[in-house]
């Protein structure tokens, strides 16, 4: 099974653009991991995990129109992940989140 769930805020308002004649939205997307300490007394920070997401058809449509940057998510989808070559004989990987479904969320009572 290949499922990823996050909960998140947004970190870039959406970027759009057209496969053929699909309309896709890809933004960043920050999880965080709360500080805590440990049995032994040792403190760890909270950590922010930055996710690429990818939105496709009526989900890119809605992204279009109502998430931006500092939105709050919950979103299910598959993670997949590409190696490609650049110009220099570079290898790169990337991982992104392709989108099933998703809410939008409130924001907090600060937002």
Request: hydrophobic residues 35%; charged residues 25%.
């Amino acid at each position: 099974m290949n499922k990823a769930i996050l909960m998140g805020n947004v970190g870039t308002d959406p970027k759009m653009r057209y496969v053929q004649t699909r309309l896709v939205a890809e933004f960043s997307l920050a999880t965080n991991e709360p500080a805590y300490t440990t049995p032994a007394g040792v403190q760890i920070p909270e950590r922010t995990e930055w996710h690429n997401i990818v939105m496709w058809d009526a989900n890119a449509e809605f992204a279009e129109k109502y998430i931006r940057k500092g939105s709050r998510l919950l979103l299910e989808g598959k993670i997949r992940t590409r190696v490609w070559e650049d110009r220099n004989a570079i290898k790169h990987t990337t991982t992104n989140i392709y989108v099933d479904s998703f809410e939008l969320l409130p924001r907090g009572p600060q937002g």
